[in-house]
Nanobody, 124 residues
Framework: QVQLVESGGGLVQAGGSLRLSCVASGRTFSSYTMGWFRRAPGKEREFVAVISRSPTRTNYADSVKGRFTVSRVNTANTVFLQMNSLKPEDTAVYYC?????????????????WGQGTQVTVSS
C-alpha cells in the first residue's frame, strides 16, 4: 500500500509559476515510476509528466513541454512538478500517481496508487 499526498497548488496569474510536491509513504519509493496527471473541469484525466525509477527518464505531454519539469528526491520520498509560464488552460486538479512499471509510462492504466489531488487555478 502506497499513500500519496500532493501539495503546492493554488491560485496564480497567467505567466506565473507553482511547484507541486507529492510525498509518498513506504520504504520503496525509489522503485516506483512517478507520474503527474490532471483533470480540468468537464474533461477526462490526462497525462502531464512522468519520471521513471533509476536510471531516470522523463516524459511530458506536448502541452507542457518546455514549461514544466518533473524531478524526484528518493531520500525524501518526494516527486516535484515545477510549473512555469502557466496558462489559464493549465487550470485543473493535479494528481500524482505511482507505478511499478520501470519505464516512463504515460498510460494512466499503468498506475495503481493515486493521491487526492491539489487544485491549480490560473487566472488570465
Amino acid at each position: 500500500q502506497v499513500q500519496l499526498v500532493e501539495s503546492g497548488g493554488g491560485l496564480v496569474q497567467a505567466g506565473g509559476s507553482l511547484r507541486l510536491s507529492c510525498v509518498a509513504s513506504g520504504r520503496t519509493f525509489s522503485s516506483y515510476t512517478m507520474g503527474w496527471f490532471r483533470r480540468a473541469p468537464g474533461k477526462e484525466r490526462e497525462f502531464v509528466a512522468v519520471i521513471s525509477r533509476s536510471p531516470t527518464r522523463t516524459n511530458y505531454a506536448d502541452s507542457v513541454k518546455g514549461r514544466f519539469t518533473v524531478s524526484r528526491v528518493n531520500t525524501a520520498n518526494t516527486v516535484f512538478l515545477q510549473m512555469n509560464s502557466l496558462k489559464p488552460e493549465d487550470t485543473a486538479v493535479y494528481y500524482c500517481a505511482s507505478s511499478p512499471t520501470p519505464v516512463a509510462t504515460m498510460n494512466r492504466n499503468d498506475y495503481n496508487y493515486w493521491g487526492q489531488g491539489t487544485q491549480v487555478t490560473v487566472s488570465s
